[in-house]
């Protein structure tokens, strides 16, 4: 008999060898139309691929992760075979499924336009409605290669030789088209659904190398019912009005150029707003205990070396040799530079923690296609913070860490923040006992502070384990920001130490702690999550004060002045045009709050308010408005 082990721990047994359909519709009709896949003892597995041996089995639908990872890359395939079928010349190359869709290269002489695009589609559906069974086989590498050479696909021709010769090879047939992979895949082109909408088409290097030839890659999304496709175009509607590299042009915060590839030329109104990040992380850092530096953005090579950075990083860093032949590296992270300044003097148990922040300018080479905006740039600033104490400390300071990163998260409008705790990789350094403490001591965290966490298992950094803090937006995106992590190695390999009570010499423990992570990425990110609208007390220019009439001009200039001298970023708007054209004008801008002044104002030295998004509008006396909006402004109050 064999024995099929479910994940309920359930045993079913047969008499000869079975699918995963087969257990599918021994379960239950409805989960054999669900399903799409098997999971055989921790491998994916075709439905149809016989299972001839006792196993464990997890039976995959088509709404679960693995199951819409494999919608995708089905709708890949059929993506290649509609291309194919259309313009039969097109070489094929690689398309995987990928975060929220899937992509196929190709190589053609004449680009893909849009109408190519809809053509494509159209096809995609064709295929789909002719229910092609998609089949399994098996081919020696050489006949493989042979094959797709004789056919005209020099590049998968290419991929397969580059196997080992000893290897067999899957292939997955579906209709007249042919495609190596390794599977597993749906059982017929139908299943895969209507689900899908092609989105867009860029340029791509063949296997990624600049050096070699540039084909077309088409993107498209697809997910497991009309309702998902349907909520995720209307996401991708919201992102695109939301873009902040968009809102940077409207509100004049930002702009970026060729000759400064990842770095941003920060307008007078954007530099207001990184300014106020900074300045309320600075006066919550304070308030948390935390002491201030700033170290070198230019380092010698040889601290990077002692560090592990050049080991680990060194693709990523920016180095220079000086005429007297020293080589010089800009600093890509700010921890190096913050045990430089631990270890100055001697430091006793009872000074621990010892607790270090700074604005640090970092550089990182990106390759130039991963640059977006303010979401990947090659210079930032960095809100870190390190730790250091004993390992008695970590649970302690790690609570302390998590509220506050919570707390300004929340004071930005993020309410719904996802924690991941990762642990060790396999790559890693430390004593395994050492890692026992520290994962202890920060899942200890976590429960102490009665904070949700989802395991991360493996992906923790090689020095020690980590927590991630990801927020979640306002139109649902996902945003990996903040981070904690305790680190077991560089205080040892840079010879920070303390005087410990029995007056030995200890390493400490070092917390790296960022809550923004790069105040570039964040504030793109903020822009966008209150789509431009931002707070009243973050906003560049917080109240613009309309002239409606030029008798008017005198008293908005004194507006004005009380407003900036109450800390206020405030202007006026003395053109002569229509109050209606300057309103619409500002409120464009994303200016928060408009004074509209006329000659009634003047005489009753009052002001009437409009806020942006409203068509309602107050009056109040200028006394009365100037004290609620301070009132508003020190509260650091979000926007409703």
């Not at 055989?40 to 990872?69: A, F, P, Q, Y």
């Not at 010879?495 to 390493?507: I, M, Q, R, S």
Request: with cysteine; charged share 25%.
């Amino acid at each position: 008999m064999l024995k099929i082990t479910l994940p309920d721990g359930s045993i079913r047994q047969f008499e000869s060898a079975v699918s995963g359909a087969d257990v599918a519709a021994s379960i239950g009709a409805g989960l054999a139309k669900a399903a799409v896949a098997v999971r055989v003892n921790g491998d994916l597995w075709d439905l149809g691929r016989t299972i001839e041996e006792d196993s464990k089995l997890e039976i995959l639908t088509r709404d679960s992760d693995d199951g819409l990872e494999l919608l995708r890359h089905d709708a890949a395939h059929i993506l290649a075979e509609a291309v194919k079928e259309l313009w039969p010349d097109t070489q094929v190359t690689i398309g995987p499924a990928i975060e929220n869709g899937f992509y196929y290269d190709f190589a053609r002489d004449e680009a893909f336009t849009d109408t190519d695009l809809e053509a494509i589609e159209a096809r995609m559906q064709k295929i789909v409605d002719r229910d092609e069974p998609i089949k399994r086989e098996v081919w020696e590498r050489d006949k493989a290669a042979e094959f797709f050479r004789g056919i005209g696909e020099a590049y998968k021709a290419e991929i397969i030789e580059s196997i080992p010769s000893e290897e067999d090879l899957t292939l997955y047939r579906q209709g007249n088209f042919i495609d190596l992979c390794r599977g597993p895949h749906l059982t017929s082109t139908g299943k895969l659904g209507k689900a899908f909408k092609l989105t867009h088409v860029s340029g791509a290097y063949w296997r990624g190398d600049s050096n070699n030839e540039m084909l077309q890659r088409i993107y498209g999304t697809a997910w497991a019912n009309d309702k998902q496709l349907r909520q995720y175009l209307h996401m991708l509607e919201e992102a695109e009005k939301r873009d902040h590299r968009r809102l940077g042009r409207i509100m004049d915060l930002f702009h970026f150029q060729e000759e400064a590839p990842g770095a941003v030329f920060w307008h007078p109104k954007g530099w207001s707003l990184f300014q106020s990040l900074i300045g309320y992380m600075r006066e919550m850092q304070n308030a948390a205990g935390y002491q201030e530096i700033n170290t070198p953005e230019v380092m010698s090579r040889s601290l990077w070396e002692a560090s592990g950075h050049v080991e680990t990083f060194g693709d990523n860093m920016y180095t220079t040799q000086t005429a007297d032949g020293r080589i010089y590296a800009i600093k890509p992270m700010n921890c190096p530079g913050h045990v430089q300044v631990f270890k100055q003097g001697i430091t006793s148990y009872r000074d621990l923690p010892v607790r270090l922040a700074e604005f640090g300018k970092c550089h990182r080479y990106e390759p130039s296609g991963a640059l977006h905006g303010m979401m990947r740039v090659r210079a930032f600033t960095q809100d870190d913070a390190h730790v250091f104490c004993t390992a008695e400390q970590i649970t302690e300071e790690s609570i302390a860490i998590c509220d506050l990163i919570l707390k300004i998260y929340k004071s930005f409008g993020f309410d719904d923040v996802r924690i991941k705790f990762a642990d060790r990789p396999e790559v890693r350094v430390g004593e395994d006992a050492v890692w026992d403490q520290a994962e202890a001591a920060l899942v200890k965290a976590l429960q102490a502070a009665n904070l949700e966490y989802t395991h991360n298992p493996g992906e923790g950094a090689f020095y020690g384990p980590k927590l991630e803090f990801i927020l979640r937006d306002a139109i649902g995106r996902d945003w990996q920001c903040g981070t904690l992590q305790v680190d077991l190695n560089m205080p040892g390999r840079l010879g920070a130490t303390y005087v410990a009570e029995d007056g030995n010499k200890h390493f400490p423990v070092m917390l790296h702690r960022a809550i923004f992570g790069s105040l570039e990425r964040f504030m793109g990110i903020l822009i966008e999550h209150h789509a431009g609208n931002l707070p009243l007390w973050l906003a560049p220019v917080q109240i613009k004060v309309l002239t409606i009439t030029s008798d008017a001009d005198d008293y908005a200039t004194e507006v004005v002045q009380k407003l900036r001298q109450l800390g206020i970023r405030a202007e006026a708007d003395l053109r002569n045009e229509k109050i209606s054209y300057k309103v619409r004008e500002h409120s464009v801008a994303k200016v928060p709050v408009q004074f509209a002044v006329g000659q009634r104002e003047v005489e009753n030295r009052s002001v009437a308010i409009r806020r942006i998004g409203s068509k309602k509008q107050e009056v109040m006396s200028l006394e009365d408005a100037v004290s609620a909006l301070t009132s508003e402004i020190s509260s650091r109050g979000i926007n409703p």
